[in-house]
């Protein structure tokens, strides 16, 4: 026996040596052919990549190298600025051509059309624009204008500076204020600071022309600009184009260097201390400053990079496993190793306390830190990670040409700003497995000491009034002392290697009945417990499989007093854990797995939603069975709960956001509705650990209640042996439920109502709704989608660009199903307090053109050819076909049949749209409460 085990070590040590001997890791990393990348002559870069994912569309960037670190002091927020320019006005598409050009076959704005300004980059993006019409040479079109081409005009950046200004009171909060606060200590006060994308309101709203022009000239030009164009199309094709487009703009003489700000070394702990009024809960964030290279990437690149995810991950398993019990001192923590600027990454953790555990948090986290610097990681962890990382290379490398285009986008844009390798997958797995196989515990160890770096640190300290908040020397001590403590203990691995359903006998039932449904291409397997399973064979997307099952009753079926347990019920199941395993045990149950299931509660539902890989949908259906047959509910994990739940009754106290949900549902339905209440302490106090199980068991006691669907990537041979194993096999009764119509409506039919806010940053808040019962129907359905997004196209042109007085109106139509059927608009937006009642006013005034038949052709044209775009593009996700399913078994109709959409989207009339607009106007209920600033 010590023969042979000797003999097995010495050939396990030798297969390790030549693994190592294969690895060269000064070898460039391999390249992804299918992605076609070159240089113009005048500097600018392309790349191509063709893939159907999304059948007849393509999207289009073009990568600005251009951000706010580049402006001025008088610039600052003109980077920003300009982004926004360009979407007003170029030299093919003037005014808002380019919005109007793009919105007429379907697109967005917002969605499908946008861009992004960060302090490196500034990124332009046209999503999933169909490829017909010659769309493809529109779209070059307009990267190509906005390359070189903005138009800039005063009339336009005066109307701009409006909406920048409300685009900024939109994102000022509590959050914003304290983050802008620790910026120079993150960034060591260095040029960061000073250059925050979103600028100085003093600059946006005086700068000159010639200020932006300039900016514009310098920076936006070739050589510092990329396109790339991914999506149906043929490569060579788009490349000539590009080529005869692109070439002929001139390459800028004598530009200006494009500099790169590095962060300076700090050899001591920076430190701040951030309150805000509108904070009322506490966080910490440690942070370690590394060095970020920009050379050729290696496979010794790859290496490091695994090496340091995988330490980071399995520090991020402890330390959340510790926080799931009731003892901890913290909420939730995160550790993360990231990139934070050009030169810089950083390995950043978060820590969430307990109220006033400020310390004792710190102290906790960064023992675990300090527990994996000092011993390195447990075999068992590290043998999981590999398990865990080999699989999630398995499920990207099945979905390969499945990958959305932003999946694609992505590593382009790394690729370009900065020059990390646009790597083969497949190639890129094989050596990844070489360097699982020579993998040592020491050099996880070494890679965990090295990113715990003694210099470089900074701490922001998110403190409470009144509250003991860690100091700077607390945390430096606290930081030290445990550096010197020898008595961390190394961490001790419980893993049981145990499955799933260790332990547990199940006793298969059968299928009675296979129906065929030829209009669907799907089957219904009657189970031989009651259970129907309606399933659909679709490989639209590789390797992914998602299952649905839903039952009337939900919450209108649970007592007025139990509401607040029924809204914790989800929470505490998932929290608990499954069958005989916590929380904590159940991610290494499920390690190598892609599979996640969860229950959920709703106004007339229960559900059961899921997803997997192929290979996994058998634990897909286990961990069904077992949230049927064996769900957990854990006190421990209760206790956990209510501790969030604390932390979370705290922190919305003082939340402007959550002032203002709470001001709409007592506007709405008084101060004591009895089920439409706010979050409140009585409202806590009503969670009960008993009342939440009895809730679970009674909405989940029958499966037969429910109907079960699964679509995707499974044969039916595969399918078939797990349905009788898993699903066959669950207790069921012959009861049935329904929902019921608790009647909570509003107060009146009419509430017009100002609420008043103490805020830190004086911004109102409209909030418009209308809603009228109508019958429920495909079409009334499609109608009242196309009243909202007219109404939407309408306001974005006179609140957002007429007035410049909201950076993003919200409109939203529905028409609900359950339990009556309403049809339901609502506009929604910040603004300036002196321009609310005006922005108010408009809003009506649009709401009643509509109503009185003034609609525009184009309006009505773009909502109806983006209806059948959406569609079009949405048959090639798995999504469409469980809807597909569950309209028709729930709804009765074939959503595929013309007759159930193109028919009716095709005929939609201005006059149904205004007929509609003047029902719910005249006929239905409404309210307008805006909320405006509290003056002292």
């Given at each position: 026996?010590?023969?042979?085990?000797?003999t097995?070590?010495i050939?396990?040590?030798?297969?390790?040596?030549?693994?190592?001997?294969?690895?060269?890791?000064?070898?460039?990393?391999?390249?992804?052919?299918?992605?076609?990348?070159?240089?113009?002559?005048?500097?600018?870069?392309?790349?191509?990549k063709?893939?159907?994912?999304?059948?007849?569309?393509?999207?289009?960037?073009?990568?600005?190298?251009?951000?706010?670190?580049?402006e001025?002091?008088?610039?600052?927020?003109?980077?920003h600025?300009?982004?926004?320019?360009?979407?007003?006005?170029?030299e093919?598409?003037?005014?808002?051509?380019?919005?109007?050009?793009?919105?007429?076959?379907?697109?967005?704005?917002?969605?499908?059309?946008?861009?992004?300004?960060?302090?490196?980059?500034?990124?332009?993006?046209?999503n999933?624009?169909?490829?017909?019409d010659?769309?493809?040479?529109?779209?070059?079109?307009?990267?190509h204008?906005?390359?070189?081409?903005?138009?800039?005009?005063?009339?336009?950046?005066?109307?701009?500076?409006?909406?920048?200004?409300?685009?900024?009171?939109?994102?000022?909060?509590?959050?914003?204020?304290?983050?802008?606060?620790?910026?120079?200590?993150t960034?060591?006060?260095?040029?960061?600071?000073?250059?925050?994308?979103?600028?100085?309101?003093?600059?946006?709203?005086?700068?000159?022309?010639?200020?932006?022009?300039?900016?514009?000239?310098?920076?936006?030009?070739?050589?510092?600009?990329?396109?790339?164009?991914?999506?149906?199309?043929?490569?060579?094709?788009?490349?000539?184009k590009?080529?005869?487009?692109?070439?002929?703009?001139?390459?800028?003489?004598?530009?200006?260097?494009?500099?790169?700000?590095?962060?300076?070394?700090?050899?001591?702990?920076?430190?701040?201390?951030?309150?805000?009024?509108?904070?009322?809960?506490?966080?910490?964030?440690?942070?370690?400053?590394?060095?970020?290279?920009?050379?050729?990437?290696?496979?010794a690149?790859?290496?490091?990079?695994?090496?340091?995810?995988?330490?980071?991950?399995?520090?991020?398993?402890?330390?959340?496993?510790k926080?799931q019990?009731?003892?901890?001192?913290?909420?939730?923590?995160?550790?993360?190793?990231?990139?934070?600027?050009?030169?810089?990454n950083?390995?950043?953790?978060?820590?969430?306390?307990?109220?006033?555990?400020?310390?004792?948090?710190?102290?906790?986290?960064?023992?675990?830190v300090?527990?994996?610097?000092?011993?390195?990681?447990?075999?068992?962890?590290?043998?999981?990670?590999?398990?865990?990382?080999?699989?999630?290379?398995?499920?990207?490398?099945?979905?390969?040409?499945?990958?959305?285009?932003w999946?694609?986008i992505?590593?382009?844009?790394?690729?370009?700003?900065?020059n990390?390798?646009?790597?083969?997958?497949?190639?890129?797995?094989?050596?990844?497995?070489?360097?699982?196989?020579?993998?040592?515990?020491?050099?996880?160890?070494?890679?965990?000491?090295?990113?715990?770096?003694?210099?470089?640190?900074?701490?922001?300290?998110?403190g409470?009034?009144?509250?003991?908040n860690?100091?700077?020397?607390?945390?430096?001590?606290i930081?030290?002392?445990?550096?010197?403590?020898?008595?961390?203990?190394?961490?001790?691995?419980?893993?049981?290697g145990?499955?799933?359903?260790?332990?547990?006998?199940?006793?298969?039932?059968?299928?009675?009945?296979?129906?065929?449904?030829?209009?669907?291409?799907?089957?219904?397997?009657?189970?031989?417990?009651?259970?129907?399973?309606?399933?659909?064979?679709?490989?639209?997307?590789?390797?992914?499989?998602?299952?649905?099952?839903?039952?009337?009753?939900g919450?209108?079926?649970?007592?007025?007093?139990?509401?607040?347990?029924?809204?914790?019920?989800?929470?505490?199941?998932?929290?608990?854990?499954?069958?005989?395993?916590?929380?904590?045990?159940?991610?290494?149950?499920?390690?190598?797995?892609?599979?996640?299931?969860?229950?959920?509660?709703?106004e007339?539902?229960?559900?059961?939603?899921?997803?997997?890989?192929?290979?996994?949908?058998e634990?897909?259906?286990?961990?069904?069975y077992?949230?049927?047959?064996?769900?957990?509910?854990?006190?421990?994990?209760?206790?956990v709960?209510?501790?969030?739940?604390?932390?979370?009754l705290?922190?919305r106290?003082?939340?402007?956001?959550?002032?203002?949900?709470?001001g709409?549902?007592?506007?709405?339905?008084?101060?004591?509705?009895?089920?439409?209440?706010?979050?409140?302490?009585d409202?806590?106090n009503?969670?009960?650990?008993?009342?939440?199980?009895?809730?679970?068991?009674?909405?989940?006691?029958?499966?037969a209640?429910?109907?079960?669907?699964?679509?995707?990537?499974?044969?039916?041979?595969?399918?078939?042996?797990?349905?009788?194993?898993?699903?066959?096999?669950?207790?069921?009764?012959?009861?049935?439920?329904?929902?019921?119509?608790?009647?909570?409506?509003?107060?009146s039919?009419r509430?017009?109502?100002?609420?008043?806010?103490?805020?830190?940053?004086p911004?109102?808040?409209?909030?418009?709704?209308?809603k009228?019962?109508?019958?429920?129907?495909?079409?009334?359905?499609?109608?009242?989608?196309?009243?909202?997004?007219i109404?939407?196209?309408?306001?974005?042109?006179?609140?957002?660009?007429?007035?410049g007085?909201?950076?993003?109106?919200?409109?939203?139509?529905?028409?609900?199903?359950?339990?009556?059927?309403?049809?339901?608009?609502?506009?929604?937006?910040?603004?300036?307090?002196?321009?609310?009642?005006?922005?108010?006013?408009?809003?009506?005034k649009?709401?009643?053109?509509?109503?009185?038949?003034e609609?525009?052709?184009?309006?009505?044209?773009?909502?109806?050819?983006?209806?059948?775009?959406?569609?079009?593009?949405?048959?090639?996700?798995?999504?469409?076909?469980?809807?597909?399913?569950?309209?028709?078994?729930?709804?009765?109709?074939?959503?595929?049949?013309?007759?159930?959409?193109?028919?009716?989207?095709?005929?939609i009339?201005?006059?149904?749209?205004?007929?509609?607009?003047?029902?719910?106007?005249?006929?239905?209920?409404?309210?307008?409460?805006?909320?405006k600033?509290?003056?002292?």
């Open positions: 026996m010590r023969n042979t085990l000797a097995s070590m050939l396990l040590l030798f297969a390790h040596s030549l693994s190592a001997q294969r690895l060269d890791l000064n070898k460039p990393l391999p390249i992804e052919k299918s992605i076609k990348k070159g240089v113009l002559p005048n500097g600018l870069t392309y790349y191509i063709s893939t159907d994912v999304v059948k007849d569309a393509a999207t289009y960037y073009i990568i600005q190298n251009v951000g706010s670190m580049l001025n002091d008088d610039q600052q927020g003109l980077a600025f300009l982004e926004h320019m360009a979407f007003n006005g170029t093919n598409f003037p005014g808002k051509g380019i919005l109007n050009t793009l919105q007429k076959h379907g697109a967005v704005f917002g969605k499908d059309i946008n861009a992004y300004t960060s302090f490196d980059e500034t990124v332009y993006n046209l999933n624009i169909p490829t017909k010659g769309l493809v040479d529109t779209c070059l079109t307009i990267l204008d906005w390359c070189n081409y903005l138009s800039l005009t005063e009339e336009e950046i005066d109307a701009e500076r409006g909406v920048i200004k409300e685009e900024w009171r939109t994102r000022q909060s509590g959050r914003m204020r304290l983050y802008r606060a620790s910026m120079p200590a960034f060591n006060h260095s040029r960061y600071v000073e250059r925050f994308p979103i600028g100085l309101m003093s600059v946006v709203e005086n700068f000159k022309y010639k200020t932006l022009r300039d900016f514009y000239h310098d920076w936006y030009r070739t050589d510092l600009q990329a396109i790339a164009v991914v999506g149906d199309i043929a490569v060579d094709e788009v490349e000539q590009i080529k005869e487009k692109f070439s002929h703009i001139p390459a800028v003489k004598n530009p200006r260097k494009r500099f790169v700000v590095d962060i300076p070394d700090n050899e001591e702990l920076l430190y701040s201390l951030g309150m805000d009024p509108e904070i009322s809960t506490s966080a910490i964030e440690f942070g370690i400053r590394h060095k970020k290279s920009i050379k050729d990437q290696t496979v690149d790859l290496r490091q990079s695994l090496l340091e995810d995988m330490a980071t991950s399995m520090l991020s398993t402890r330390i959340s496993d926080a019990k009731p003892e901890a001192s913290y909420l939730r923590a995160r550790i993360s190793y990231r990139s934070m600027t050009r030169t810089s950083a390995f950043d953790i978060r820590i969430f306390p307990k109220p006033d555990k400020q310390q004792a948090a710190f102290e906790e986290v960064l023992t675990e300090q527990r994996a610097v000092k011993h390195g990681f447990a075999q068992p962890e590290i043998d999981r990670i590999i398990k865990e990382f080999s699989n999630r290379y398995e499920t990207d490398i099945s979905k390969k040409d499945d990958q959305p285009h999946a694609i992505r590593p382009i844009l790394d690729n370009y700003l900065s990390e390798t646009i790597t083969d997958l497949e190639k890129e797995y094989e050596l990844a497995k070489q360097i699982f196989a020579t993998l040592s515990a020491k050099e996880l160890h070494d890679v965990i000491k090295k990113l715990y770096a003694k210099k470089n640190r900074y701490s922001n300290v998110t409470v009034e009144g509250n003991n860690l100091t700077e020397q607390q945390a430096n001590e930081l030290t002392s445990l550096a010197n403590d020898a008595s961390i203990a190394p961490y001790r691995d419980e893993s049981s145990k499955t799933l359903l260790s332990g547990l006998k199940i006793k298969q039932g059968s299928i009675k009945e296979v129906v065929e449904n030829k209009d669907l291409g799907a089957l219904t397997y009657v189970l031989s417990n009651g259970i129907k399973v309606h399933y659909k064979f679709t490989d639209n997307e590789k390797n992914k499989v998602d299952f649905n099952a839903i039952s009337h009753g919450e209108s079926l649970i007592a007025a007093e139990d509401l607040p347990s029924a809204g914790a019920m989800s929470n505490l199941v998932q929290m608990s854990g499954l069958g005989d395993y916590s929380a904590t045990e159940l991610p290494k149950i499920l390690a190598g797995k892609t599979v996640w299931v969860g229950p959920g509660l709703g007339t539902i229960e559900s059961m939603t899921g997803s997997s890989t192929t290979k996994d949908v634990t897909l259906l286990q961990m069904v077992l949230y049927f047959e064996r769900p957990r509910f854990d006190k421990e994990a209760f206790k709960l209510q501790s969030n739940i604390d932390q979370y705290i922190g106290g003082k939340d402007i956001r959550e002032q203002m949900r709470d709409i549902t007592t506007t709405l339905y008084g101060e004591n509705h009895p089920r439409e209440r706010v979050f409140d302490q409202y806590v009503a969670i009960s650990f008993d009342k939440i199980k009895s809730i679970y068991e009674s909405r989940f006691a029958n499966p209640d429910f109907e079960f669907y699964i679509v995707g990537d499974i044969e039916q041979q595969q399918l078939q042996p797990l349905l009788i194993q898993y699903i066959a096999s669950l207790p069921t009764t012959a009861d049935k439920e329904s929902y019921k119509d608790n009647d909570t409506d509003w107060k039919d509430i017009d109502e100002d609420v008043f806010l103490a805020m830190e940053t911004k109102a808040n409209v909030n418009i709704s209308l009228k019962e109508i019958p429920y129907n495909v079409k009334n359905k499609l109608v009242t989608q196309a009243l909202g997004d109404l939407k196209l309408r306001i974005t042109e006179t609140v957002r660009e007429q007035e007085g909201a950076y993003s109106p919200g409109v939203s139509s529905r028409l609900f199903k359950e339990p009556k059927t309403l049809a339901y608009v609502a506009v929604s937006f910040d603004c300036d307090p002196d321009m609310a009642d005006r922005l108010v006013g408009i809003v009506h649009e709401i009643a053109k509509i109503a009185n038949g609609i525009n052709d184009d309006d009505l044209n773009k909502t109806l050819t983006n209806f059948l775009k959406e569609r079009e593009q949405a048959k090639n996700k798995n999504k469409y076909a469980m809807d597909l399913l569950t309209t028709f078994y729930r709804d009765g109709y074939n959503r595929d049949e013309a007759r159930n959409f193109e028919d009716i989207v095709n005929k009339s201005k006059e149904e749209i205004q007929a509609l607009a003047k029902d719910i106007q005249q006929n239905g209920r409404s309210f307008e409460i805006v909320f600033p509290k003056k002292d």
